[in-house]
């Protein structure tokens, strides 16, 4: 689970990096412009509700605005003022837009991110086919360096927002939108789906880690490997995973290779289970497999045929799975 500043699910008021800088600093100045707006406004109102010159008003008496007694100026002098405030704000705004749209350099690595009901899946892509793998749910990059998301929607229309690395961008079935993130020192930051997509929506988190490029390239290098020989309980407990979750989880080097739900091969290296939202300790990992419905109901996950005695061997798996 993420931990310091970064625990406050969706700060935007602060960004942590190249591509997040302009935006929040386009966030404070839009921010700024309408609070003195408002005051001006509310300054100018409170004026014209104690300043009643010379008539004896009643309460629901209009007053006249004459053009001869310069009323009239006011509203052009107002509207002019206005104007100039949002013009200001609009070409601030898609100057942001346009200096964000590219990356500065060419990113380091491309990641293919899949949104689902209710989860992500991340593909890391590369031209060498034997480096290619597949992860869900937690999205490592290297830092200081820009990295290229491709991002598709798997059944419904998604939003990929990571609020302190980048804005919003729609994931979308049979389209594939490209953003680009750089997070300017490793740490971990929370995202979100934020475009309603079913009963779970509000629990699609993820995380993006941002690591070192050394520590990058070993946790890649680490991906790529298939889990340790499980021993014991957990080898039986590999069978049971095979026959009972394997039509829709993959584990490397296993014949569990399955894609409708996250793949599993590196599970324990991870912090959350269920997009994100739950943590990946023993007992809650246990419950999860046990009963999904109950942590995440509607979610795609079915309750498993599994007797008591076998789902513990399958929990024994999955702990071997680093
Ligand atoms: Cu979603």
Redesign the pocket.
Same mark, same amino acid.
């Given at each position: 689970m993420p931990n310091g500043a970064w625990a406050v699910p969706l700060q935007y008021l602060t960004g942590a990096g190249e591509k997040a800088a302009p935006v929040v600093a386009l966030t404070w100045g839009v921010l700024v412009i309408s609070v003195i707006v408002m005051m001006v406004i509310a300054g100018l109102l409170a004026g014209a509700i104690w300043h009643r010159p010379g008539q004896n008003w009643t309460v629901g008496d209009r007053g006249p605005v004459l053009s001869h007694e310069g009323g009239l100026n006011w509203l052009w002098i107002g509207v002019g003022i206005s104007t100039l405030a949002l013009l200001f704000s609009v070409v601030w705004t898609v100057k942001v837009l346009a200096q964000i749209e590219r990356p500065p350099a060419q990113p380091a690595v491309t990641i293919e991110v899949t949104?689902k009901?209710?989860w992500w899946q991340v593909r890391y892509l590369s031209d060498d086919v034997s480096r290619r793998f597949t992860t869900a749910n937690e999205i490592h990059i290297p830092a200081g360096v820009p990295v290229r998301l491709k991002l598709i929607g798997g059944d419904?229309i &998604?939003?990929f927002w990571v609020p302190q690395l980048a804005g919003k961008m729609d994931a979308i079935p049979g389209q594939t939108n490209e953003t680009w993130l750089q997070a300017a020192a490793p740490g971990t930051y929370y995202g979100q $789906?934020t475009?309603y $997509?079913?009963v779970q &929506?509000s629990k699609?988190a993820l995380l993006v880690v941002a690591q070192s490029p050394a520590d990058f390239r070993k946790w890649w290098a680490h991906q790529l490997a298939p889990p340790p020989a499980p021993q014991g309980l957990a080898l039986a407990g590999q069978g049971d995973f095979i026959s009972h979750c394997g039509a829709c989880h993959a584990v490397r080097g296993t014949q569990a290779a399955g894609a409708l739900g996250p793949d599993l091969s590196h599970l324990m290296e991870r912090s959350t289970i269920a997009s994100g939202v739950l943590p990946s300790d023993g007992p809650t990992l246990a419950h999860w497999i046990a009963d999904p419905q109950s942590l995440k109901p509607g979610s795609l996950m079915p309750v498993p045929a599994l007797s008591e005695y076998e789902l513990a061997n399958v929990h024994a798996y999955l702990k071997t799975l680093g």
């Open positions: 949104a009901q209710w419904v &998604h939003s $789906c475009e $997509c079913g &929506h699609m």
